[in-house]
């Protein structure tokens, strides 16, 4: 249950701490008073989005936070449980709204996204606005009404997932169609490029290797001269040549090494600098025999430089990268040629998703009949009991054929009458203000029984009502508040003394501001305020006693 709600700088409150208790609480007050600010502030706390216009005026943020008992283990316990945020038996949310527009939003003290907010708000409150039955004509929120009751969540959200997987399939294969369109000069541009890269083969590789090649063929000549001038200064018998000298000068050391011991140092210096070159002439000699000097390999390294060049500037690539491009194009190529394969494919994919889509319809579509069957019944008799006796409640499935929706395959009206011996009718062609607000309230009602949120609000859902209805409607709400608490702001005194608690809303003003108060009535001021409720401004001794009967019959 709601135990607690504690409002800051929120609207006209300046700060407001009710404590609320189990059963059905009236909340009452003048029009204007603020009755429903507090229901908005609610609504701020379990997620709904406000703009800054709610923070009190020259305060920097608005606040509000709300507590809840529970009792045994609910789904809202398993929720908190899971997340890691339970706190034994309590809940308490807090949100803060700053004139940035940020907000910030808490679970026992824990930071959440509003959409964490949002899941929990759902197992903890259920608020019926007053405009409610202003969209009840509209299909789509009948619909909405009957899956609800049905608890037809999961197989929406599994017949969601189908048809967007099968409306995926759809729009690909219209993709593909379009592309094998659009790509019949693409395709025959390919098959001409990719031939011509056959036609050379490139290598990875290939064409730095080749450029190398041909710089050594071009200049095999100068390579040649200088590999045999370097051997003749090296290794030559004359006077100049330097192995000679080298050898010349290791002989004349090794004669003074017994005068100077440091010689033998510089000699051994000396034979190692000589093998060296000695090796270095040796690797020269060799080489310069596998130096080529074929014109006729020069001018096919040539040839095929150019040719890759001549695809390079084709395709605005590097020569270097023709290799890279010739497989790129190849698998456009292939991608291309294959688009029929993938189409049927598709097609596949597009039936199998199609027969899922209807397994999970059909099961939607039976589930939505049987409660259908349960539901006729018991909204007739709920909108006979609120003064339509002889009043009809159907609920009319129109198949859709063969075409596919995320809703499934009917679409779904509520029809009515309102009166005996005529046949119903579309509910947005029968019911009068009055009617659709007691067809509302009878289905909001039902639609109560049949959940488990632990809180439940109605918020002026009695608006178009008066008289014995409205005592009606207040039994009703009354009745609710037995097995759930029932919070109803209301402005019918006969629906407010059918209440286990009351709660009375009023608005102080001084010369610089206007606040908004909430008081518990004890029984003498519930009296005082039924009776205001009933006979206006002017309380009257009949009011009274008017008031007193309404109070001691609700108790029975």
């Given at each position: 249950?709601?135990?607690e ?15 609320l ?6 909340v009452?007050?003048?029009?204007g ?84 907010l ?11 606005g ?8 509209q ?9 609800l009751?049905?608890?037809n ?26 592309q ?29 290797a ?17 590999l ?49 070159l000695r ?20 001018q ?24 890279q ?44 009949r049987t ?7 018991m ?6 009991d ?23 395959q ?10 005996p011996?005529?046949p119903?009718?579309p ?28 809180c ?19 039994k ?25 608690h ?21 029984q ?33």
């Amino acid at each position: 249950m709601l135990s607690e709600i504690i409002i800051k700088d929120f609207a006209i409150i300046q700060t407001l701490h009710l404590e609320l208790e189990t059963g059905m609480t009236a909340v009452t007050g003048e029009t204007g008073a603020g009755k429903s600010i507090v229901i908005d502030a609610l609504s701020f706390a379990m997620g709904d989005r406000f703009d800054t216009n709610v923070i009190r005026h020259e305060q920097d943020h608005a606040e509000v936070c709300v507590a809840f008992a529970f009792e045994g283990h609910s789904p809202a316990c398993h929720w908190l449980e899971e997340k890691a945020m339970a706190n034994k038996d309590q809940c308490v949310i807090r949100r803060i709204l700053r004139r940035s527009g940020r907000s910030q939003s808490y679970i026992n003290g824990h930071p959440v996204t509003l959409q964490m907010l949002k899941e929990l708000s759902k197992q903890l409150i259920d608020i019926h606005g007053q405009h409610e039955h202003q969209s009840l004509v509209q299909t789509e929120t009948q619909r909405h009404l009957l899956d609800l009751y049905a608890n037809n969540q999961n197989l929406l959200a599994k017949l969601t997932d189908l048809y967007r997987d099968y409306s995926q399939c759809r729009h690909d294969i219209e993709q593909l169609k379009q592309q094998q369109d659009d790509n019949d000069a693409r395709l025959e541009l390919l098959s001409y490029q990719v031939a011509e890269m056959n036609e050379l083969s490139p290598i990875e590789g290939e064409y730095e290797a080749l450029d190398l090649e041909h710089t050594q063929l071009a200049n095999a000549d100068l390579l040649q001269h200088e590999l045999h001038t370097a051997i003749h200064r090296l290794n030559e018998q004359d006077d100049n040549a330097i192995l000679p000298l080298l050898d010349l000068l290791s002989t004349r050391f090794a004669k003074l090494e017994p005068m100077a011991p440091q010689f033998k140092n510089f000699r051994e210096q000396l034979d190692e600098a000589s093998i060296t070159l000695r090796e270095v002439t040796a690797d020269m000699r060799h080489h310069v025999d596998t130096i080529d000097n074929e014109p006729a390999r020069l001018q096919w390294v040539d040839e095929r430089l150019s040719h890759y060049q001549t695809l390079a500037r084709k395709h605005r690539i590097e020569p270097d990268q023709v290799c890279q491009h010739q497989s790129v194009l190849q698998e456009e190529l292939e991608s291309l040629d294959s688009t029929d394969d993938k189409i049927n494919v598709l097609y596949e994919k597009l039936e199998a998703a199609k027969a899922a889509y209807f397994i999970v319809a059909n099961q939607l579509t039976e589930s939505r009949r049987t409660a259908a069957k349960r539901l006729e019944p018991m909204i007739t008799q709920q909108i006979a009991d609120l003064n339509m006796g002889g009043g009809q409640f159907d609920i009319h499935f129109e198949n859709q054929g063969q075409g596919l929706s995320r809703f499934g395959q009917e679409k779904i009206e509520f029809f009515v009458s309102a009166n005996p011996g005529q046949p119903p009718k579309p509910l947005s062609k029968v019911a009068s203000g009055g009617e659709l607000s007691r067809i509302s309230l009878a289905i909001q009602v039902i639609l109560a029984q049949g959940g488990d949120t632990p809180c439940l609000i109605f918020d002026e859902v009695d608006v178009g009502i008066g008289g014995g209805t409205a005592e009606i409607v207040g039994k009703l709400l009354r009745k609710l508040g037995s097995s759930s608490q029932v919070l109803c702001v209301t402005h019918q005194g006969q629906v407010a003394a059918q209440a286990h608690h009351h709660l009375f809303v009023c608005k102080t003003k001084s010369q610089v501001s206007t606040q908004t108060a909430v008081a518990k009535l004890d029984q003498t001021e519930r009296i005082e305020e039924i009776a205001r409720m009933i006979g206006g401004l002017e309380v009257t001794a009949t009011s009274k006693k008017h008031a007193k009967e309404l109070l001691k019959n609700a108790q029975f």
